[in-house]
């Protein structure tokens, strides 16, 4: 348990009376990428959350490392991708990646923005505002920012969808360097086919349970509907 | 159990205040305000119940917020709605005194002041409450507000007497000459009654807010099955 | 002194934003020259008793128009959810109020400095006759507000009304530092010194600020995690 990236201990959630999720248990060793399915208002938005810090489960305990997510120092290894870019639309792509990476205090601020503006195919565009940018472009900064202090754990909350072709690219590059790096994903998708490629693990959420969790096989990649099928709802 | 307790001290607030309420109309008049001045049995235990209740407030808002435990929260809340309440009718007998003695319904006396912004400050309390839907944050932020409240109580209550210095107004119930011993001893009685009297409707209104929590536990419990 | 570099770091984002949209400052300026002019109407500029208290009436113009800029001050952060970025940054939630205070600071400071010269206009008042104390007061109420208006604002960002609410929030608790203001703009601007009794104000504004400060200092992370 001490040595997972991730783990779920009995973790339940309530909005008011209603259990978002109940019994969640799970553990994410290091290096693993785990793609978290269901459907809509199953459950993967509230999960990541937690496991991102935002907020608490009602029952139960998620650490990051071992640590709370709130710790600065499980903060400080948490990269977080909701379904907001979060970066400023009235600032610049550059001047959005240097106030995140001085905010993590990266040792050099300006030269982690140019790269990862560099790696995201943005640098030609680094002093446009963020509000006149395409919507493939303001994703691929979100994958920027989220990137950029060199997390060891990644919460990507439904990042492929709405993406352009060259987002999708740049988003999939992004994640195999990290992955070969060693670093953590979990990443919750309705894009069956780009998640699956990259997935080494898979979890189905159905009604707030996990339903499913087992290593991806090529049973899913062939015929994707396929867990959905066998443990979802029919 | 509780109910038992509740109902005992509920008879105990009814029969000291009846009494009281007869001691107080055989006392003999007041020199110059006359009838209206018995007002004060109950003008002024109304208004040291609502500030201790405030005092109550702080405790469990703080309370709260390092334990997280929601039987604090419902405490804050039940002890701020019982304070509303005593701190109005502070403010409506001090006005009714006011009219009858100097002819204005609100003569700007510093303590009456002070207890009105008290009393929108206490409101301010309830609309943030009502205002936020999911029950960890409304406690929270109920919290954080209740402490800037409170700690508002006293600075508010200087300000204004020094502010009422520059433009000194008639004070009400200035202590010239003390109470005679009879008065005080009803002054007390009273006093004692209006405490008796806030605990009991907190508890009313704590019972409450555990029945709701309780409610709220039971459908949620159904909801998941 | 990393603490500060980080509250500098969301001081000069806030102000960068501000000033390339303007939206919260611009709004505010119209409102507090709309709000001087109204006040002209009521009180009669002309009449040598207004120019006594007219002094007072500066901080119901600065209250109002700073509200405006107090509001915008967490709003800016709900579009794109650029709320979450702060909150998982590794920035002390200390930090963050007081990156926003100083922000809103300099912003509603900036207001005033505008509002004043209208309002010597417009009341026929020279105020720069006791200008530094006239600062101080100027700086130790706008930092009263500032403080407990950014913190509000945390607390109002998800709440529907949260126009009406902030303000209504915000001022009951501010009437003691409002009394000590007003009645030592009221005499500086009518060109009189402080002294004796009225020295308490300064040092109400002292404490005030002082202790609503620290309160929100402390509160802040309680406030975001909510």
Redesign the interface.
Known sequence: MSDAAVDCAGVWKFYGDYPALRDISFEVRPGACLALIGRNGAGKTTLLRILAGFSKPGKGQAHIFGQEPRNAEARRRIGFIGHGIAVYDELSAIENLRLFAKLYRLPNAESAAREWLERTGLDRVRDGLVREFSRGMRQRLAVARAFLHGPSVLLLDEPFTALDDRAVAVLQTVLRDALAAGRTVIMSTHQLREALELATHVALINRGRIAFHGERTDEMLSAPGWIYARYGES | MRQKVIVVMLALVAILLARNLYTISMLPDEMRQGQIFRIIYFHVPAAAAAMTGSAVALVASVLF?VTKKFQYDALAVAVTEVGLAFLAVNLVTGSIWAHVIWGVWWAWDPRLTSAL?CW??YA?YM??RQ???????RA??AA??S???F??VP??Y???R??R??HPQPVFFSKEGAFPPDWSRALAVNMVAMFLLYAVLTMIRLRQEQTQREI?YL??TV??I | MRFLSQVMVITAKDLRAEMRTKEAINASFAFALVILLILSFAFDPTEETTREISGGLLWIVFTFAGTLVLNRSFARELPNDCLDALIAAPVPGAALFLGKALANFVLILAVEFVALPVFGIFYNVRWTRQFWPLMLVLVLGTWGLTSIGTIFSALTVNIRLREVMLPLLVYPVMIPMLLGAMRLSALLVAGQPITGDDTVWFKLLFGFDIIYTALSLVLMETVLLG
Do not use: K, N
């Open positions: 917020l912004i929108i400050l301010g609309i943030l205002a936020l839907e999911e029950p960890t944050q929270t932020f954080v507000y402490i800037f409240a700690t508002d600075i508010v200087f300000s204004i020094w502010w210095t520059i709220d459908r949620r909801h998941a």
